[in-house]
């Protein structure tokens, strides 16, 4: 690896290139090694420092330091001395652009004490300013220098030229003998305005603070988005050539405009292309400023009549020139909105300034939105969509896992922090736990996680002591561990299965499903072919018999096992995703399945959607979900529950159910014994004990009468056994917190009815 580095290396001889690897190379290279001194390490130092100048060209310490390490490891290298000058320079530089040298100019007309103060002011800045230069560098012989040095040493020539003719001008003024030479000072000041103007031009293209020449390319440094910046670039040229028609006396009467429509979920970038938008506007000279308002139903909406109008226009106003850029633009038109809601007085508003004589063509509007809303909202609105041709409109994908891992690591790395290989692999688990739904933050939830991470590492690593300056950027797999998503119950799930009572067969086949799928993960991680893993399952049985509580235990055991996101149960009936008219059904239970994502949807009594097929309303529940369990095929999991036979007619009613349910747990019927331990559990969790007597009538119970309810039949009578027994030891003796067979009996019969 170090000899392939080395020949890479090599081929940078100019720091007006790029090195031929990345900081981030640079640095797990360092972290990967001893960072033994030698020319690799050196070259190395050198191409961080090339890197951190680029993004902080003002300099730090670091650079300091990095350019010092490269120098004495290999000083007689010839690009290190290039970076080494070259730095050097750009100290001098930046102090230089803190001075205006045109506001030194004096004048002829000034009386000699104003020029004097003058004199004496600008004597002291030149001063300060060559404190900041390298007198070194700068008298150093000029024989086969470069031009840049050349210009170096052409505006350290000035200042100390300027220096002593103003030192001569004060030294007149004060002796009264001859005239103060301000036409020769003036000259001086406009040579060494001038030799700084050459100097700029020669420091090397990393040193400018705006990285890119114009917006568009700006714009093309963004993460991902290789359609829209496709789009972008046409766009931009589309733009510049009506302009240049324009230039020439042409006119288009049906131009598109300037107003745009940027859709997409959270986090892909919408604020950010507006801004880059209004760049690129004013770049082409479309717009008389770059300057983008941002506001938000908050701002526009009013409580009151005529308030919303005013709000708006206010903001129109501000926004001429430039870009009025609206977020969440589908809130101003609400479902069900009333007469108190002045949303749509804003529409009208903005409608009616875009098209009018004074203020139409003098600003751009640019809505956003998430995609579905935003579409919506468009077509409630036929004014204002006419007004947002289809080519204006952009819709922003969402960042795949690639995009997002390069999103964490420039994260870092603005904030002068990089992972580690292994720590990098494990961030990507964290990501991928918060893809769960639409809800998902894109690069905005990844930064965030960066910030966590930096956040935890600062928290839990103040007083440990730090080797060397990667110890301060490193983020190690150690530093994820606070950001994973931890199960709150210490005790294991498949723990939990094992201690519910009876359920035999049950626990064995979740157990077994729960091999078979950590098997396959670890098959597929490995690159071998896996068995796809059906997860949708039919549980059976009778009521109380466990299948809700098996059904939160198998969502644990299914995060557990890496398949889960999330591992937590949303529960729903019929009543839950049935609604009163055609359409609505859908509507109903795709937000259901949307709270589900990442774990289990549990539809108890399933077979109530299904009447023999006269209840359209189930029918567009079965299909609705059957189109989600394909779209959502790795992020969700479903379990229908209900008696045995209602639920296979169920199944066998649609051939997408049939096709995606191959797992059936049967749960039966708890017998005289399992009732018996499960009435001692139930009053143990209360901390109270059955009596002798009282576990001799509830077991002869048990087993004399079939029990309708089992474990929930169980629950309701130690609930009822408690209250009788508070009810028959209140004011007598202290409680001793044992249930008599008087306690029970009462309770059997409160339950039963009897």
Known sequence: MKHELKLQLQQWTS?????????????????????????????????????????????????????????????????????????QMAKSYHQMKKVQPEQWLMHETDHDSAKMKKAKTVSVEIEELLLHWDRELAEKTLVDASSRLKAYQLVYYHLNELKSLLAEAIETIENKR??????????????????????AGQLPSFYEKEASGNALEAFDQMIGLEDVKGYIQRYYHYLKYQQSRKELGFSMVDEPG?????????????????????????????????DVIEVNRSHLVGGYVGQSEENTMNYIKQAIGGVLFIDEAYSLKREGQTGNDYGQAVIDTLVSAMTSKEYGGKFAVILAGYPEEMRQFLWSNPGLRSRFPEQNHIELPDYNMEELVQIAESTALSNDYFFTDEALNKFEDLIDQYRVDDTFGNARTVKNLVLKTIFNKGAYEADKQQVSWLDHMRIDRQDLHLLEKKDDNEQTHVGRL???????????????????????QERKDNGLPHVPIQ??????????????????????????????????MIVCSRSDLVAG?????????????????????????????????????????????????TRHDDNLVIIMAGYESEMRELIESN????????????????????????????????????????????LSKYKDHAIRGNGRFVGNLIMEAIQFHALRTEGTEPDNSVLKEEDVNQAWHAVRGE
Not at 594 to 607: H, K, N, P, Q, W
Not at 674 to 680: E, N, P
């Open 655 to 698: 051939p997408g159910l049939s096709s995606r349910f191959k797992k059936y747990l049967h749960f039966p019927d708890y017998d005289a014994e399992q009732l018996m331990d499960m009435s001692i559990f139930q009053a143990d969790q209360y901390k109270y004990e059955l009596a002798k007597d009282a576990k001799e009538f509830l």
């Open 498 to 520: 094992e201690q519910l009572i009876g359920l035999n067969n049950v626990k064995q086949e979740v157990k077994k499903l729960s091999s078979f799928v950590k098997v396959q």
């Open 581 to 629: 008219y055609v359409g609505q059904s859908a509507i109903k239970t795709k937000k259901k399945v949307r709270e589900a994502l990442g774990g289990v949807l549990f539809i108890d009594e399933a077979y109530a959607l299904y009447n023999g097929g006269r209840d359209d309303y189930g029918k567009e529940v079965i299909e609705t979900l059957v189109d989600e369990m």
């Open 15 to 87: 720091i007006d290139q790029a090195p031929p690897i990345t900081e981030m190379e640079a640095l797990k290279y360092f972290d990967e090694t001893d960072m033994e001194t030698d020319e690799v390490s050196a070259t190395l130092y050198a191409v961080l420092a090339w890197y951190r100048i680029k993004r902080r060209p003002d300099q730090d310490q670091l650079v300091e330091f990095f350019i010092k390490q490269a120098y004495e490891s290999k000083e007689n290298d010839p690009l290190i001395s290039q970076l080494f000058d070259a730095k």
């Open 258 to 290: 300037l107003h745009m429509i940027i859709t997409g979920n959270p986090g892909t970038g919408k604020t950010t292309i507006a801004r880059y938008l209004a760049n690129i506007y004013h770049e082409l000279g479309i717009l008389e400023t770059k």
């Open 178 to 199: 001859i005239r103060v030479p301000v036409k020769t000072i003036n000259e001086s000041i406009r040579s060494l305005s001038d030799a700084m103007d050459s100097l």
């Open 535 to 568: 997860l949708h399952s039919v549980f059976t049985g009778n009521p109380g018999t466990g299948k809700t509580t098996v059904a939160e235990i198998y969502a644990g055991i299914l995060k557990e096992c890496g398949l889960l996101k999330r591992g937590h």
